[in-house]
């Protein structure tokens, strides 16, 4: 019993301290590391290239898992408003392409959706959690490519929301 319950123990410490990632290398007003990648089309994103307007980037852990997917469909409930605006939305998991584009394809979403699958930019946004998955953390880049904001603890009901109001300020 003793060792099912340290066994246990262990397996919840190495959960809790696996899913908050560690963003704390990036602060607000820093330049936005920047980085190109693909979607599961074959399209490539550039970051830099994007300036001039905002950009939210939002990482996500797992494609097809439920709150990842709630919210995927927030964002792409909300699309219009946000090409109404001007502001770019980029996802980002460690997934394969297959994998994303099944998560797309499924769930009818309509923004990019970025794979990352050698982990360079979760690890450069200091978002790679103990389990080699991305931690759910947004950035929210300014029209010069600096961090706006970073949004570590939201209700995934509410994000798309939280994300547009704010980025439709700066």
């Not at 019993?1 to 397996?11: A, C, E, R």
Request: proline share 2%; with cysteine; aromatic share 10%.
């Amino acid at each position: 019993m003793k060792n099912i319950f340290l066994t246990f123990l262990i397996f919840a410490l190495l959960i809790l301290t696996s899913c908050g990632g560690n963003a704390e290398n990036l602060s607000k007003n820093d330049l936005a590391p920047d980085f190109t990648l693909s979607d599961a089309f074959g399209n490539l994103y550039t970051l830099s290239e994007l300036r001039g307007n905002p950009v939210v980037i939002y990482f996500y852990p797992k494609a097809n898992t439920s709150g990842c997917t709630k919210q995927a469909c927030g964002i792409r409930d909300s699309r219009d408003k946000f090409g109404d605006n001007n502001i770019a939305v980029l996802g980002i998991s460690v997934d394969s392409k297959a994998s994303i584009a099944e998560f797309i394809s499924e769930h009818n979403l309509n923004f990019p959706l970025l794979s990352d699958e050698n982990k360079e930019v979760s690890q450069a946004y200091g978002v790679l959690n103990n389990l080699g998955m991305s931690s759910r953390i947004t950035f929210i880049i300014n029209r010069d490519g600096k961090i706006a904001k970073i949004m570590r603890d939201f209700d995934i009901d509410q994000h798309a929301d939280e994300v547009f109001e704010f980025a439709s300020k700066i």
